[in-house]
């Protein structure tokens, strides 16, 4: 029991109604339409996801957000398992001299590493860096460990904190200083085999948004500027928020190429008895992910949880009534949440005495709980059971025979529906467009923008300068991996020029 029982209805039916003591106001101060930003800090603090900490952009991880994170771990961890992936912990310190080899790419991110300069009152010798990424962590070790092509494939998946010490407008989960991400970093003897893992890891990226999360993503390739600069190619899910009408990066999966195996000499003796460099791939998901699905899903009641990821997927509530005998009420349902568990459901009851059902409805509607089962006298005598849904608050009377049937079939359907409708919203932002005047008109009208373009770098530089502004620039999401019909002679949007994509184009995160 997680929800602070105290005494757990011993006492018996009473008689005289409950006194409830501790009523504190609860709800939402903020809507979703009206003031999102708000909105989104009040959800993720009243559901009991995070706490706010006292060094900007830093924030506590409750359990409620962890058992979120330990969720979609569990899953990708089987998968990766599967791909042979072994796991390993590098250290969270990395000296200047070893982050300056990969100095080309660091350049452009040096801002954000945070260095630990000091112990105790003394300067350490050398300053030495948080890592931000483990590129340099790992990759001298990989030049030591891989000598011959028995040695390879190399896979290695670590799951840890990073530090990037942002200076644009933190947002819990979204965008903050330090996250935990899982980090895959991969080699092999030949580009085939490289770019095959590429597309097996974005996959399993795209399940993690679209079975678990219920967020729907597109799969693309990123344009040169919007790259990786250290790698040959990135691949992304992307998914779009309707709110703001801001795209945002879901995910990455990178095709290194021989980039890194060139900087640390990461080489094998090959079947020819000559040496070969290997090819490499990185990619890593965060914790962001879990920001996409609170906004996404989220409404003017709070979180909304799509069952597969949620800590608790039902919350049964005791409804007592005057004289009736409250004992028999918490013991019903104590039964159900037995019978739940048993049947491989996550389930809990709140028997809280200082609280009344109405407070704990709001209260587990804020947490997101996708049902609620209300248990009072007349459900008892009728052999049923009353069950809420939190996504569309649909009401039905179930038969305690069948329940976890029932119940089963409602976290699917909740699961099911959660998809659809943010899909659908997805959707309905979509805008293609041909011209400029259009990609302007469909920007302001925060769109999620298709546009045919010629794909060059200096073009899309033009279009981020274009835009500048408050809200931020235009830039591309993704190249979508699925591309519709380019008719021959359709030009680029933004440069007149032969069209040779469409592309995804928007504000964004
Ligand atoms: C911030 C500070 C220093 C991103 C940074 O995407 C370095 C970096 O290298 C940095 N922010 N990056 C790129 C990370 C690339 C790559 N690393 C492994 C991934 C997936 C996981």
Wanted: aromatic letters at 10%; glycine letters at 8%; charged letters at 30%.
């Amino acid at each position: 029991m997680s929800t602070g029982n105290k005494g757990g209805g011993n006492k018996g039916g009473g008689g005289k109604k409950k006194e409830v003591k501790k009523e504190t106001k609860l709800g939402m101060a903020f809507k979703k339409d009206d003031n999102f930003g708000e909105w989104y800090s009040e959800v993720v603090v009243n559901s009991e996801m995070i706490e706010y900490y006292d060094i900007s952009g830093c924030y506590i991880l409750r359990p409620w957000a962890m058992e979120i994170w330990e969720l979609l771990k569990e899953f990708f961890d089987a998968e990766i398992k599967k791909l042979k992936l072994k796991p390993y912990y590098f250290p969270l310190f990395v000296t200047e001299n070893v982050l300056q080899k990969e100095k080309d790419h660091i350049e452009g991110f040096a801002p954000e590493v945070a260095w630990v300069t000091k112990s105790g009152k003394s300067d350490l010798e050398a300053p030495i860096a948080i890592r931000p990424t483990s590129e340099t962590v790992m990759y001298p070790y990989f030049s030591k460990w891989i000598r011959s092509h028995r040695d390879l494939p190399l896979r290695c998946n670590q799951w840890c904190n990073v530090v990037r010490w942002e200076f644009s407008n933190p947002t819990p989960f979204i965008r903050s200083r330090e996250f935990l991400w899982q980090e895959g970093h991969t080699a092999f003897a030949t580009k085939e085999e490289a770019d095959e893992e590429v597309l097996q890891i974005l996959e399993l990226y795209r399940r993690i948004y679209e079975e678990f999360l219920a967020v729907p993503v597109s799969k693309g390739r990123k344009s040169e500027m919007e790259k990786f600069a250290g790698g040959l190619y990135t691949t992304s899910v992307e998914a779009f928020i309707p709110n703001t009408g801001r795209g945002i990066q879901g995910a990455t999966s990178h095709c290194l190429g021989q980039n890194f195996a060139k900087m640390f000499d990461i080489t094998f003796e090959n079947d020819k008895g000559s040496r070969s460099m290997v090819w490499q791939n990185s990619w890593a998901y965060t914790t962001r992910s879990i920001g996409v699905m609170v906004m996404t899903h989220g409404d003017d009641k709070g979180l909304v949880l799509p069952p597969r990821v949620a800590p608790l997927q039902v919350i049964v509530i005791p409804v007592p009534y005057k004289d009736v005998d409250t004992t028999a009420i918490v013991n019903e349902c104590k039964k159900t949440v037995e019978t739940l568990e048993k049947a491989g459901i996550r389930a809990d009851l709140d028997t809280r005495e200082n609280y009344s059902p109405g407070w704990k409805y709001s209260h587990w509607e804020m947490k997101g709980v996708p049902l609620r089962i209300e248990i009072g006298p007349k459900d008892m005598a009728n052999n049923q059971v009353r069950i809420v849904r939190r996504d569309d608050g649909v009401k039905a009377d179930v038969p305690t025979t069948n329940l976890v049937e029932q119940v089963t079939v409602l976290l699917d359907g909740i699961q099911q529906n959660l998809f659809e409708t943010a899909k659908q919203k997805r959707d309905a932002c979509l805008k293609v467009v041909n011209t400029w005047d259009e990609f302007i008109a469909a920007l302001n009208d925060k769109k999620l923008i298709l546009a045919p373009w010629c794909d060059e770098e200096e073009v899309e530089k033009d279009v981020k300068s274009r835009t500048k502004g408050e809200l931020g620039a235009a830039k591309t999401l993704c190249i979508p991996f699925e591309q519709p019909d380019l008719p021959e002679g359709t030009t680029c949007f933004a440069s007149g020029k032969p069209a040779k994509k469409w592309s995804f184009w928007g504000r964004s995160y």
